[in-house]
């Protein structure tokens, strides 16, 4: 460690030339990912010592798939079109504990200065902010807003979904009234509108170049905006951008509101080796590190010069059973599964504490969750015992898959194996690639695998919809179907009365607690770790973080 301590700085005072630190550090063994964030932080990070915005470098566990705003798929998407797109309205910000600011429920204009919603909450009428301008300078007008939503009605990826949620079906509910007014109807009042409307697939979009960039089949130019960006947010595609590498963003130019941001630009650089991205953070060549395992989270609880904001979460992690494969479509085996897990072990020797159990599969921290439902606990002799029953006394032998890119995951496979060989089941763990994991899975060739899942709106039925909901095959994975079930998403998806909503979620959680098509593991905190230094950290309702507000002393 100390050696390449002394090498950073050998290199950051220039007394060694890059050649040289590459040819070295990889003597004493580090990887290749490892020493080129290394250069990249010793060379082209600026100190605010001076008084001056410091550039901000950040340790990426996933890759970019897919810029365009609507159809991203990968977390280090999501965080890049958050920082280079804009919504209508965003959630409204408070100050949260250690210097962190965290959303409230409340709305604010972003690109629209002001808005309102009619006495029956069906009629959304937003103005547009006078000076607001893409960043090539374009001026946003209520037509870019109507193409944006038109857009992620009919076009590419997966906002058509949340389009139809918000219950937008047609494209004649969307509508610019004049150059700065745009109106969104509703085909009911909607509790989880003030809930999807800040979602990032929502974003605003410029219908000129889009339209100029369209070609073919391509009409809403998928094409381009998967490897281009042009939005109105605080950042813009910077001059550093190698795919699988490393990604700049820099500060807007044409930025309406350049005061929101604190610093000179982000460094985003892919790391896929979790020890590497810790190494880095340790010796303060990163400023944040995302995507570390909770074994790692534990070894910088005592590091020198690091800190951890740690965060309940809503984050819902469980076992899928798969009913298209026997036995688990016997609710009989399900259950005993379920009673056969050691889930404080889990909580001790996989989460090392940053989390706590699943007890509904409506999280806590989500209205209306309810945990007292859930019967199952550590209980090796009622496993045993509903195994004998479903015709299984002396157990059975099945397959558990996780994907080696999460591995939290890989470390819970082996927690339950020991489990369920304590009542017979015998367990072969499947360690696949993420590219074969996926496969696999869309192929329906998984019989038991382990999953998560979080909800970036904070609603029971849009958890409910996507984990439970028979039609949603992509995220229903137990390919469960239950018509009680299905009734009660429908009818408390769109109900304006609380009490009412309350007890519709509550008699479908009480179904899943018994069908058990789900085994809930854990709520994973949220955790960022960073440098001491580091300022700015937010908390919003998708647990992305707004690079915007960073800052380092």
């Known amino acids: 460690m100390s050696e390449i301590s002394s090498l950073t700085r050998a290199l950051t005072e220039g007394r060694i030339s890059r050649r040289m630190f590459i040819g070295q550090a990889a003597l004493l063994g580090l990887s290749m990912s490892a020493i080129l964030a290394l250069v990249e932080a010793c060379t082209s990070s600026s100190s605010s010592g001076s008084g001056q915005k410091?550039?901000?470098?950040?340790?990426?566990?996933?890759?970019?798939?897919?810029?365009?705003?609507?159809?991203?798929?990968?977390?280090?998407?999501?965080?890049?079109?958050?920082?280079?797109?804009?919504?209508?309205?965003?959630?409204?910000?408070?100050?949260?504990?250690?210097?962190?600011?965290?959303?409230?429920?409340?709305?604010?204009?972003?690109?629209?200065?002001?808005?309102?919603?009619?006495?029956?909450?069906?009629?959304?009428?937003?103005?547009?902010?006078?000076?607001?301008?893409?960043?090539?300078?374009?001026?946003?007008?209520?037509?870019?807003?109507?193409?944006?939503?038109?857009?992620?009605?009919?076009?590419p990826g997966y906002a058509s979904l949340v389009m139809g949620m918000l219950t937008v079906k047609d494209p004649s509910q969307l509508k610019a009234v004049d150059d700065s007014t745009f109106q969104i109807t509703l085909a009911n009042a909607n509790p989880m509108a003030a809930k999807l409307l800040p979602l990032t697939v929502l974003d605003v979009m410029d219908p000129t170049v889009s339209n100029q960039q369209a070609k073919g089949d391509d009409k809403w130019a998928n094409a381009y905006y998967k490897t281009n960006i042009l939005g109105t947010g605080p950042y813009v595609k910077g001059s550093t951008w190698q795919a699988g590498s490393q990604y700049l963003?820099?500060?807007?130019?044409?930025?309406?509101?350049?005061?929101?941001?604190?610093?000179?630009?982000?460094?985003?650089?892919?790391?896929?080796?979790?020890?590497?991205?810790?190494?880095?953070?340790?010796?303060?060549?990163?400023?944040?590190?995302?995507?570390?395992?909770?074994?790692?989270?534990?070894?910088?609880?005592s590091a020198k010069g690091v800190t951890l904001w740690t965060f309940p979460s809503r984050n819902t992690n469980y076992v899928v059973l798969n009913s298209h494969i026997k036995p688990f479509n016997d609710v009989r085996v399900r259950q005993a599964i379920a009673y056969a897990l050691p889930y404080d072990t889990l909580i001790k020797n996989v989460l090392y504490g940053f989390g706590k159990p699943l007890k509904s599969v409506v999280a806590a921290g989500m209205p209306t969750s309810d945990e007292t439902g859930w019967p199952y606990t550590t209980d090796l002799q009622k496993a045993k015992s509903l195994l004998s029953d479903a015709g299984f006394p002396s157990g059975f032998r099945s397959s558990l898959a996780v994907s080696v890119s999460r591995a939290e995951d890989a470390d819970t496979a082996v927690w339950i194996q020991s489990g369920l060989a304590s009542v017979g089941i015998?367990?072969?763990i499947q360690k696949l690639s993420d590219a074969d994991y996926r496969a696999k899975l869309g192929a329906d060739q998984l019989a038991m695998?382990?999953?998560?899942?979080?909800?970036?709106?904070?609603?029971?039925?849009?958890?409910?919809?996507?984990?439970?909901?028979?039609?949603?095959?992509?995220?229903?994975?137990?390919?469960?179907?239950?018509?009680?079930?299905d009734s009660l998403i429908q009818q408390g998806m769109y109900n304006t009365n609380d009490s009412q909503r309350t007890d519709l979620s509550k008699q479908a959680q009480a179904i899943f607690d018994r069908d058990v098509p789900l085994i809930l593991l854990y709520q994973r905190d949220f955790v960022i770790a960073g440098r001491t230094n580091v300022t700015g950290v937010s908390v919003y309702p998708d647990q992305y973080l707004r690079f915007w507000g960073l800052s380092k002393s």
């Open 54 to 155: 410091a550039k901000m470098l950040i340790g990426l566990d996933t890759d970019i798939d897919d810029l365009d705003p609507n159809d991203f798929k990968s977390d280090a998407a999501y965080e890049v079109v958050i920082q280079t797109y804009e919504m209508p309205v965003d959630n409204v910000t408070k100050p949260g504990p250690n210097g962190t600011l965290e959303a409230t429920t409340d709305l604010q204009g972003i690109l629209a200065a002001n808005f309102t919603v009619s006495a029956d909450g069906t009629i959304y009428t937003f103005k547009v902010r006078p000076g607001a301008t893409f960043s090539n300078g374009t001026p946003v007008t209520a037509k870019a807003f109507e193409y944006s939503y038109k857009r992620a009605l009919l076009g």
């Open 449 to 485: 695998f382990i999953e998560y899942w979080y909800s970036w709106a904070n609603d029971p039925f849009y958890q409910m919809f996507w984990l439970l909901q028979s039609k949603n095959v992509f995220t229903n994975l137990a390919h469960y179907a239950n018509p009680q079930i």
């Open 249 to 301: 963003l820099e500060p807007n130019p044409k930025y309406w509101n350049p005061s929101k941001v604190k610093n000179a630009g982000v460094l985003l650089k892919y790391i896929p080796s979790s020890d590497d991205r810790l190494l880095l953070l340790e010796q303060g060549d990163l400023d944040l590190a995302f995507g570390l395992p909770a074994k790692n989270l534990d070894q910088l609880k």
């Open 426 to 428: 015998q367990i072969d």
